[in-house]
């Protein structure tokens, strides 16, 4: 959500990435609903987070690429039509069929606007300031599953799970006319190829950060498509409204924080770390919650500050080692997608085959383990092929002397 003494047009970015947070995390709690309405089972309908998911990891590589020469607000005003409209398709789909293909679509534009509207935030906000615009953008994803998840739920409620796709309907239409109105002009960069944009993979440093990022979204993302089921399975059987609410403010407060600390601290690849530990426990203890009522909030709160809190160091991390840092951010978006979307579809297959919902957090849990493992690893992992500077081949890389040249020196991704 904003904050005050963002940069201008940052707070902006910020209501257009709680449109998008919402539309990613409102499924949740209306997956009973779509399956009663269209007549599939609740792992399909939980199909509906991973097709969206999916389809926005893939389309944030390739779509920056291709859109790369326009404008910052041309690209961004694009992504929120076509997110607007998907979900306007979505709200009217009158078969299972129909409300995939939407979502699908309305993960392209999504996949498209976050990591756009996060590399104007950095841009408008300026390097001492960076963590915090992050932040912004960063809360504004979290607000929407704080005011967003519940406020759908209880639309459903009373009206179905079509008005809550609505809602988001008119958030985006709000979002893209006061982008298009009012956003300030974000000076352009370098236009990296795709190959450009994907030869961050090649370093390994990079590459690590990436897939630290990509298992983090396996863990926290995909395993709360399944928050309900999981909460029954803990005996937690009533209203699941307050529950969201808590693991929604935990978001809101552990994203922002993060920015701050991030900052201040000086080393990101650090707070990942802490991030991904306080993850993994928070997930382990879950299930054992049950006995005592209330308990199962504080893992709750932890669970969704730590999630959302993780990407912005994440983020800051690429940023600060590449110069072509919005490539990177595209790529370390696309994970965190990616990774929801495989948790998602996962965790659906789990609970088809059989397994308990109760069993779905401890393995989350193992996969933050591994993740924490990895980005130790990163730490001391060369961001780049080599410390000579960009390639002279690369139509992308600064002319010698400029400031990204200095930056892409750099042979490590500093912790």
């Known amino acids: 959500m904003p904050v005050t003494g963002a940069p201008r047009g940052v707070p902006l970015l910020g209501f257009g990435a709680f449109a998008m947070g919402m539309d990613a995390y409102v499924m949740t709690g209306l997956l009973a609903g779509i399956g009663r309405d269209l007549g599939v089972s609740l792992p399909r309908a939980g199909q509906c987070v991973t097709v969206f998911t999916l389809c926005y990891a893939v389309s944030a590589p390739l779509l920056s690429a291709a859109l790369a020469r326009l404008s910052t607000r041309t690209v961004l005003v694009t992504a929120l039509l076509v997110f607007t409209a998907a979900n306007a398709a979505a709200a009217l789909a009158g078969s299972y069929p129909v409300l995939l293909v939407s979502r699908a679509v309305a993960g392209v534009g999504a996949g498209l606007y976050s990591p756009t509207a996060a590399t104007a935030a950095a841009a408008l906000a ?63 960069g370098a236009a990296p190829t795709l190959r450009a944009r994907l030869s961050g993979l090649a370093r390994p440093g990079i590459a690590a950060v990436v897939v630290v990022t990509f298992l983090q979204g396996v863990a926290s993302l995909g395993s709360y498509t399944y928050l309900q089921p999981i909460l029954a399975a803990g005996g937690h059987t009533g209203n699941p409204t307050p529950y969201l609410w808590v693991w929604g403010i935990g978001g809101v407060c552990g994203s922002l924080l993060s920015g701050v600390v991030a900052d201040r601290l000086g080393r990101p690849a650090v707070l ?25 909030l504080l893992p709750l709160a932890v669970w969704g500050a730590t999630g959302w809190g993780f990407v912005v160091p994440q983020q800051h991390r690429l940023i600060r080692a590449d110069a072509q840092g919005g490539a990177a951010v595209a790529l370390n978006s696309s ?6 979307s495989v948790g998602a579809a ?4 789990a609970l088809a085959a059989g397994l308990g919902a109760g069993r779905l957090p401890l393995l989350a849990a193992l996969v933050a383990l591994a993740g924490l493992l990895l980005n130790l690893v990163s730490m001391r992992l060369p961001a780049s092929p080599a410390a000579a500077g960009p390639n002279p081949a690369d139509p992308a890389a ?17 912790p």
């Open 335 to 340: 994970a965190t997608y990616l990774g929801s």
């Open 398 to 414: 600064p002319p010698k002397g400029t400031h990204c040249e200095t930056r892409r020196e750099s042979p490590e991704l500093r």
């Open 126 to 188: 300026g390097e001492d300031k960076r963590g915090r615009a992050l932040a912004v953008v960063l809360g504004g994803m979290s607000g929407g599953t704080v005011l967003g998840v519940p406020l759908g739920l209880l639309l459903a409620t009373d009206h179905g799970w079509r008005a809550s796709m609505w809602l988001v309907t008119a958030l985006g239409a709000v979002a893209c006319a006061g982008v298009a109105a009012r956003l300030p002009r974000v000076r352009p």
């Open 272 to 296: 990942s770390g802490v991030l991904l530990g306080l993850l993994g426990l928070a997930l382990a203890v879950l299930p054992g919650c049950g006995a005592l009522p209330g308990l199962v």
């Open 346 to 349: 996962l965790g659906g297959a």
